[in-house]
């Protein structure tokens, strides 16, 4: 059974603030993972907001995850990354992320679900 059952996705376009309640209150009522999502900010902003969620789910059980961007969940030592079809190869980001860390893949197609059964991922979007 898949212990993450209700995944948040954080909005890019809220303040740091409003993020941290809104993580903190979507913890609070059963998300069982959470992704930072950050499509318009630079990478400093991203590492900046992602260590803000980090900070509010350390001691919870509630992974991060990390969208698109394998060299940010690394900088902040993320449970996982998650990755689009447009973003790094998932075994590439396997490689660089080990084992242990849980790595998402976004599926769109037929053929690109048939070609995930090969690849190095936990789950499928």
């Given at each position: 059974m898949n212990p993450y059952r209700l995944y948040l996705v954080t909005d890019d376009q809220q303040d740091v603030d409003i993020l941290k309640w809104v993580v903190r209150e979507a913890v609070a009522g059963g998300v069982t993972m959470v992704q930072v999502r950050e499509k318009h900010g630079d990478v400093r902003q991203f590492?900046?907001?992602?260590?803000?969620?980090?900070?509010?789910?350390?001691g919870t059980g509630v992974p991060l995850i990390i969208n698109d961007r394998v060299d940010v969940a690394l900088a902040v030592d993320a449970d996982g990354v998650h990755l689009g079809q447009s973003d790094m190869p998932a075994d590439m980001a396997r490689q660089l992320i080990g084992p242990d860390k849980i790595l998402g893949l976004s599926i769109e197609t037929d053929e690109q679900l048939q070609e995930a059964e090969s690849l190095p991922v936990d789950y499928l979007d």
């Open positions: 590492i900046e907001r992602a260590k803000a969620v980090k900070d509010i789910l350390n």
